[in-house]
C-alpha cells in the first residue's frame, strides 16, 4: 500500500473489530493514535491491544472504553495495573527476549502497529526513536503499520531504521518526548548504592534499570574505570559517567566501545544525548536480552530489584501476593547472561524493608507470589545492611547470610522460622 498522509481520526478509521493492535511503549507510546482509536469505542468491540508498558492515561483500560478494548500487556505499568488485576485486562508471563516470537511465529498475529517515528531523512529513513525493543518485530510482522511522524523524535543509531515506505499510513504531530523526573536517593537507598558498587569491577559492563537504586549505584562509581555498558535499558543516570570517562566500553566483547540498549527513559538532555549518536547502538529485543549475547562481555554485572525474597533465595520481581504489579520482563535474561560471564555478578538489589516497615526477606513468599528467578539463580543479594553470597551455599547457609542483611528488628523472627523449617541452630548472629 502506498503511503499516505491522513487525520488520526482517518488512520484509526482502519481498524476493525476483533483485530489485534500493537501500541509502541515508554516515552515512543503514539498517544495521538491511542486517544483517537479510544474515541472509537461506540462502534468497536473486542479490540485486543498487545503491549509492554506504555506511558499516559491508558483510557482502553477505563470506563466507557474497556467495554471496546481488551489489554493484553506483555509487562504491567501502573497505568494497566488495575484493569489487569480487575479482570478487565491481562497479562502474559514472558522475558522480554521472547516476545518477538510472539509475533514472528504468527502466536499472536498482529494486524496493526501503532508506533511513533522521527521525520524520514533524505534517504526515506525515518528512526523508532528511543523504543527499538519489541516494537521493530512488531514493525516488521503486522499487516499494517499507522505511524505518528514527529520531529521531536531522536534519530538513534542501531536497528531501529525503517524506511517511509513501509508506513501504511502516517499522522503529523509536534509533541515531546514523556520525560522522567528526577528522583530523590534516601538514605537507605545511598547505603544500598554503595554496597553494590563495592562488589563492581573496573572494566565492568553493566547493566541496570531507571529508578533510585541503579542511580545510586551510578552515584558510586565516579573513580571506576573502563566500565561498558550492555543493558535492557538505561537512562540519565550514565550520562556523568560517560562525560567523566568512566563509561569507556573498551574491554567489551560485544559492540566494543558502544552504549548497547533496547531503550532509554529520562529526561530532555538524554533523548538530546542519544540523538544521532554513534556511541549508542538501540537493538532489538531479541539481542539485547540474548544470554548467549550477554555472557560473551567480560564481568557482566547485573543489577535488578526484587519485591520479596524467601530465605532459600527464590525472587519474586512482579507480583504483590496474587496481584500482579509489573512483569517479568529481563530480569531473568541478565540474570543468566550475568552468571555466565566471565566474571560476573549477578545482583538483587533491594531495602531491608518496603516503605510500610514489612521485611522483604520473608520465611516465605507470600501465597499467590509469582517466582521471577529461581533460587538456582540467585547469586548475590544486597540491602543496606550489606551483601550475601548465595552461590554454592546450602539452604541452611543461604539463610543465615539472608539473615544477617535483614533489617535487625526481623533477625530473631526469620531465626526462629529458619529453625523450624531446617531445623539448625546456625542462625545465631551473635
Do not use: W
Request: hydrophobic share 35%; aromatic share 8%.
Amino acid at each position: 500500500m502506498s503511503l499516505q498522509n491522513i487525520t488520526p481520526a482517518q488512520a484509526v478509521a482502519k481498524i476493525k473489530s476483533g483485530q489485534r493492535v500493537f501500541f509502541q511503549g515508554a516515552a515512543m507510546t503514539p498517544n495521538l493514535l491511542i486517544e483517537a482509536l479510544c474515541d472509537r469505542y461506540k462502534e468497536l468491540k473486542d479490540v485486543e491491544i498487545i503491549q509492554v508498558h506504555t506511558e499516559g492515561k491508558a483510557l482502553y483500560t477505563q470506563e466507557p472504553y474497556k467495554n471496546s478494548f481488551n489489554v493484553n500487556s506483555c509487562f504491567v505499568g501502573g497505568n494497566v495495573r488495575q484493569a489487569v488485576n480487575e479482570g478487565n485486562g491481562d497479562y502474559i508471563p514472558i522475558f522480554l527476549s521472547e516476545i518477538h516470537l510472539l509475533f514472528r511465529r504468527n502466536i499472536l498475529p498482529l494486524d496493526t502497529a501503532f508506533i511513533q517515528v522521527s521525520p524520514p531523512d533524505q534517504h526515506g529513513y525515518c528512526s523508532l526513536g528511543t523504543s527499538v525493543d519489541i516494537t521493530l518485530p512488531a514493525v516488521e510482522t503486522a499487516k499494517t503499520v499507522i505511524a505518528q511522524i514527529n520531529p521531536n523524535i531522536p534519530r538513534t543509531h542501531g536497528d531501529g531504521i525503517i524506511h517511509i515506505r513501509d508506513l501504511d499510513y502516517t499522522v503529523y504531530c509536534d509533541s515531546p518526548l514523556s520525560v522522567s523526573g528526577s528522583v530523590t536517593i534516601s538514605e537507605i537507598e545511598a547505603r544500598i548504592g554503595e554496597n553494590v558498587a563495592n562488589l563492581i569491577e573496573d572494566g565492568a559492563t553493566l547493566q541496570m534499570g531507571i529508578g533510585t537504586i541503579p542511580n545510586a549505584v551510578l552515584n558510586n562509581l565516579g573513580n571506576h574505570k573502563r566500565l561498558g555498558i550492555h543493558t535492557e535499558m538505561f537512562s540519565d543516570g550514565i550520562l556523568p559517567l560517560v562525560e567523566n570517562g568512566v563509561i569507556t566500553g573498551e574491554e567489551k566483547v560485544v559492540k566494543n566501545g558502544k552504549i548497547v540498549t533496547c531503550f532509554a527513559v529520562g529526561s530532555k538532555k538524554l533523548y538530546d544525548f542519544v540523538n544521532d549518536n554513534p556511541l549508542v547502538h538501540f537493538k532489538e529485543a531479541a539481542y539485547t536480552n540474548d544470554t548467549s549475547i550477554i555472557r560473551r562481555n567480560p564481568k557482566v554485572t547485573a543489577i535488578n530489584s526484587a519485591i520479596e525474597i524467601d530465605l532459600t533465595g527464590q525472587i519474586c520481581a512482579d507480583t504483590i501476593g496474587n496481584r500482579q504489579y509489573s512483569g517479568v520482563g529481563g530480569q531473568m535474561d541478565f540474570i543468566r547472561g550475568a552468571s555466565l560471564s566471565e566474571g560476573g555478578k549477578p545482583i538483587f538489589a533491594m531495602p531491608s524493608t518496603t516503605l510500610k516497615g514489612i521485611s522483604k526477606i520473608t520465611p516465605y513468599l507470600k501465597e499467590g507470589a509469582g517466582i521471577t528467578t529461581t533460587r538456582a539463580h540467585v547469586h548475590y543479594v544486597v540491602t543496606e545492611y550489606g551483601v550475601a553470597n548465595l552461590f554454592g551455599k546450602n539452604l541452611k547457609q543461604r539463610a543465615k547470610a539472608l539473615i544477617h542483611i535483614a533489617h535487625p528488628q526481623f533477625r530473631q523472627q526469620l531465626e526462629q522460622e529458619a529453625f523450624k523449617r531446617f531445623g539448625s541452630h546456625v542462625y545465631s548472629l551473635v
